[in-house]
């Protein structure tokens, strides 16, 4: 059993940045991945990391403002967020799968994080 904990979100306004962190318990590891989620819709790929670091995706919407990041010694992964847009505003979940190969996929992940709340003002 996983237990995950997300933390950072917050009001910004456009242009400027956030930074996710995810907390996860046990030693297990997993890919890590983002995902974010508006009211009455579908959850979104966002990000994710495979279990050494060594490996990266995201989705086109947040390529080259976004990046997430692990430190397993610490159990944690973070979601660097720059120059956000009054689109990014969203719920924000970390999640953790057994599979880098099906990480864009929100059913395929075992555990998920409550999710923190982003907002970004125009």
């Known amino acids: 059993q996983v237990q995950l904990v997300e933390s950072g979100g917050g009001l910004v306004q456009a242009g400027g940045s956030l930074r996710l962190s995810c907390a996860a318990s046990?030693?297990?590891?997993?890919?890590m991945g983002w995902f974010r989620q508006d009211p009455g819709k579908e959850r979104e790929f966002v990000a994710a990391?495979?279990?050494?670091?060594?490996?990266?995706i995201y989705a086109d919407s947040v390529k080259g403002r976004f990046t997430i990041s692990r430190d397993n010694a610490k159990n944690t992964v973070s979601l660097q967020m720059n120059s956000l847009k009054p689109e990014d505003t969203a719920v924000y979940y970390c999640?953790?799968?057994?599979?880098?190969?099906?990480?864009?996929?929100?059913?395929?992940?075992?555990?998920w994080g409550q999710g923190t709340q982003v907002t970004v003002s125009s």
């Open positions: 999640g953790a799968n057994r599979a880098f190969a099906n990480a864009r996929a929100a059913s395929d992940y075992d555990y």
């Open positions: 046990g030693r297990a590891l997993y890919t």
């Open positions: 990391i495979n279990w050494s670091g060594g490996n990266t």
